[in-house]
């Protein structure tokens, strides 16, 4: 600011000029120049200028002096006919801009053109609420990152690069006709060593992979243009594996975006690892080709945040859509030891035959109904009487197949690996006679039955269907009673398909006293919302467009970025007066934050001192629990205009009419 002395400010006809947008408000609808120099950025307004963007940019402009707002709108057309409105502000969906900064909250489709398919145009509303003309269009492309690419794994398990912004990926097991979604970057290899072992079998893999992104605010594109939900697919890649090793269960890595081999010294996974072993014997010798996988937060085994599903790979990632659908008869098994078997998808929840060594059922976690995003934070643009929040149904979800953060390496989690046994399938007699009225009956025989189970109970004449309520040793209980009598010898057996169950053969509590433990940790990668300064952009207190990286001070609302975090599906922001404590403001909708599946956001600040941070959330964790790491408290500050006193034209001119006398006088 321009400092001036009283004696010289009573000699000056001065006016006031408020810089960019708190101007003047006399200027008239042709006077009011465009705005110039629309351009997206991911990060910074500065950063070096580009066309083509991976992920919806924000996007800034020049400020027009003396306006009061902006107008912006994204279109496929380039003369921005209504049908091609993809997004537009002020509207239900964006608030009014008050800076020439802005911050779409929604997914763009890819789309390229020649030269360009997207076009952003920005124009300034002036205090009386005169409009100047649209700006010059700035034409841009949606074009999705490379493809993933292999990396190093064990036996048994796929693993990829991972990709800035992908919410997850589809895997594509070419040779056996297989696609899988998972959460993570690895894929363990099930479908092929299960029921078979035979090098012929499990000997390579063909696949490919690409990512996928969620479009969680759809609605938010105003011509209700689909958009793709996936990247690029990769090449086509080959695995190999060595044949299986025999001998006791010895455990191995675990394995995402690092690699873990169970010592404190390892870094923290950032997502949901796969875990490897070797071996297929109990600590007593017995051999088996069935194995499940156990997550503990105890290193005694006894606490279980997670039971996987039966595999007969010698690794183990989890899948929202379940395990596989494992046969429940011998002719089943026969059948599976000539084909592969295919995952449970939506009949997940209803696969209930697993046991424990100790006869408990199991509840498998991939197996788990598909999870419902927990959120009530209001969208971007969403104010007080709106009621948009950020949805998705659970079917876009799955099971809730990732764990919870550690405070790594001080706290993490405790795995283990046991094997499998099939149990059943066989047949059953009545051991004593069962008179009519009993709900209860003794049995022996080969066969297994469970809670759930239709039980046949008699011989053909007399038999009658009934259902299972409890099974304890020889004795099992239904829920009704009998409606005749049965003698001893008379056949019980399980209607339908199958019988078999899957029992493990070893206690978890025992197999990790003997050490067959390992130690792991989570830690949810925060975003990065700063380099050496704040990702905030904006107008300066002088009236010009810049960033964090040439100013401490904005005026008004200012444009914050941030780095797409592993795993996140969207992300929260909330701003506070003081960084510790942290304590959140109302933003729009009176809710403490925000919810945006973009990287951007206005923050609408008055002037003082403020810290903003950005978490991200995870749908595959369970309901209720689904925050991820926060970034730390950034700085940012928000002052008034500057002013500068302006000489008039009057004014000038009589000082220059003044200087040739004042030459006369010396």
Request: with cysteine; glycine share 10%.
């Amino acid at each position: 600011m321009t400092n001036v002395s009283p004696r010289r400010v009573g000699a000056l006809l001065a006016v006031l000029t408020l810089a960019a947008c708190a101007g003047s408000a006399s200027a008239r609808g042709g006077d009011v120049s465009a705005p110039t120099n629309v351009h997206g950025f991911l990060l910074r307004a500065d950063e070096p200028a580009t066309t083509t963007f991976p992920r919806t940019p924000a996007f800034a402009w020049n400020p027009v002096q003396g306006a009061a707002s902006y107008d912006f709108q994204l279109s496929t057309s380039s003369s921005f006919r209504d049908s091609g409105i993809v997004y537009q502000c002020p509207s239900a969906k964006c608030p009014e801009l008050p800076t020439p900064v802005a911050a779409p909250g929604l997914s763009l489709p890819w789309i390229t053109g020649s030269p360009h398919s997207l076009y952003a145009r920005a124009r300034a509303v002036m205090p009386d609420g005169t409009k100047s003309g649209w700006s010059a269009s700035f034409g841009f492309d949606m074009v999705p990152a490379a493809a993933p690419t292999p990396q190093p794994a064990p036996p048994g398990v796929l693993r990829w690069s991972t990709v800035a912004g992908a919410d997850a990926y589809e895997v594509w097991l070419i040779d056996l006709g297989v696609h899988e979604q998972v959460y993570t970057n690895v894929l363990d290899e099930r479908e092929l060593y299960t029921f078979h072992w035979a090098p012929s079998w499990i000997g390579s893999v063909r696949w490919r992979v690409r990512a996928v992104r969620s479009d969680a605010q759809s609605d938010e594109r105003v011509n209700g243009m689909p958009i793709s939900s996936y990247g690029p697919w990769s090449p086509i890649y080959q695995s190999t594996n060595p044949n299986p090793t025999a001998g006791q269960i010895k455990l191995g890595e675990t394995v995402s975006d690092v690699i873990g081999t169970g010592q404190s010294t390892d870094r923290a996974h950032r997502l949901m690892p796969a875990f490897t072993w070797t071996g297929n014997q109990t600590l007593d010798g017995d051999s088996a080709e069935l194995f499940r996988v156990y997550v503990f937060t105890d290193r005694q085994c006894l606490n279980p945040v997670f039971v996987g599903s039966v595999v007969g790979s010698p690794s183990y990632a989890p899948r929202p859509e379940g395990g596989l659908a494992l046969p429940r008869s011998t002719g089943e098994v026969a059948a599976a030891r000539t084909g592969y078997l295919r995952t449970l998808g939506t009949a997940r929840a209803s696969d209930k035959y697993a046991t424990t060594f100790d006869d408990q059922q199991l509840e498998i976690t991939e197996n788990e109904a598909a999870q419902t995003p927990t959120t009530t934070l209001p969208l971007v643009g969403s104010s007080g009487q709106s009621s948009a929040f950020l949805q998705l149904s659970s079917s876009d979800i799955g099971s809730p197949v990732s764990l919870w953060d550690t405070d790594w390496p001080q706290g993490g989690y405790y795995w283990t690996v046991v094997p499998v046994q099939m149990v059943g399938a066989g047949t059953a007699t009545l051991s004593a006679d069962a008179p009519q009225g009993t709900t209860t009956v003794l049995f022996s025989g080969s066969a297994s039955f469970k809670v759930g189970d239709k039980v046949r109970v008699g011989a053909s004449a007399g038999a009658e269907v009934l259902t299972v309520a409890a099974v304890s040793g020889s004795a099992v209980t239904f829920t009704t009673a009998t409606l005749a009598a049965h003698s001893a010898g008379d056949p019980i057996s399980l209607v339908g398909a199958g019988g078999i169950v899957y029992q493990d053969m070893e206690l978890p509590q025992d197999v990790c006293a003997a050490g067959r433990v390992a130690r792991f940790g989570i830690d949810s990668e925060p975003s990065l919302v700063a380099g050496n300064d704040a990702f905030a952009s904006g107008l300066s207190s002088s009236g010009r467009l810049t960033s964090a990286v040439k100013t401490d001070s904005f005026f008004k609302a200012p444009v914050v970025s941030w780095t797409p975090a592993l795993g996140a599906d969207a992300y929260e922001v909330q701003w506070s007066k003081s960084a510790s404590p942290f304590v959140p403001v109302a933003g729009p909708g009176g809710a403490a934050g925000i919810m945006t599946g973009a990287t951007s956001y206005v923050l609408p600040l008055d002037v003082g001192t403020w810290y903003y941070r950005v978490r991200g959330v995870d749908w595959s964790l369970p309901a209720g629990s689904q925050w991820m790491g926060w970034s730390d408290p950034t700085q940012i500050v928000v002052g008034g205009p500057q002013y500068k006193v302006i000489q008039s034209v009057k004014a000038k001119a009589k000082r220059h009419a003044a200087r040739p006398a004042a030459k006369k006088r010396r």
